[in-house]
């Protein structure tokens, strides 16, 4: 699809496109993107495989500007990513992309904005933010689940706790990567090294790079403050285990003498006294040491 430049983005017939000439954004598929980079004009060299996209980046090349978009998809941060190229040149944008993702963008871009793309400019300040629109709302959603884990330890219920964790902190991981690679992209493109956009527009660059700088630092907060609380967890692990070797300790350091008494009385040596009736001296000998030590483990407030 072809959409030409101006406070509407409006779609053009190829015909009617190739009649004006005027610039425009060109979205195609990675089939037919050759033959769209050759109308717009842009010569690229290298291979396009979708496929192989596994970063957000930008490649200044003497004809244009050539950049690559991996998106994680929302609902699957690890293991799903919206892929596609995108190329600009003096007057023109073209957008490969096989999953109509783009077209998505640019339909929302169409309800939701006054000005849609009067400039090339606009229309990739318009076409980014939209696509990182959502990250804040996501980034308080992991916000709110490390709550209610926290939550979670400080009243005892910790059933799977790591499996629940690990998957957050990866999903935020992979995040930070993102907006790593986003806060470089826009950089670039506020650098403006081919001089392919206008001066006084590259401050939509800028804001794009503020944005996704906002959404890093918000990242890594996340990330300390699920760290926070795997400390905490691994505290109430520690205090329950201290507490059962404690209570392991009480239970030792009560039948030690108990231990030395029956040893002592089993010996059964011939002349050794209380033998036929000593059982009941025994048992209250016991009783009286179990009491003691019971007095002095509350005295010292060990149990």
Known sequence: MIFKFGGQLQPVEIEEWEAERSPAVFVTDARHAEETLARAGIIYENEIRLEKIGFCKIENQQECVAGTLCIPKLLDVLNSRYRMFFFVNRYHIVIVDDEDFSLRLIRRIQRKRMHQGETKERFLYNFIAEFMSRDQEMLVAYERRLLRMEEDVTQEHTEMFQNRLMPIRRELLNLRSYYDEMMDLTKELEENENGFFLKKHLKYFGTLSDRADRLMSRTVHLLEYAQQVKEAYQAQIDARQNSNMQFLTVLSTIFFPLTLITG????????????????????????????????????????
């Open 264 to 303: 002592w009385f089993g010996m059964n040596f011939r002349d050794m006294p209380g033998l036929d009736n000593g059982y009941p001296a025994v048992m209250a000998l016991s009783v009286i040491v179990i009491l003691i030590c019971i007095y002095i483990f509350k005295k010292k407030k060990i149990i």
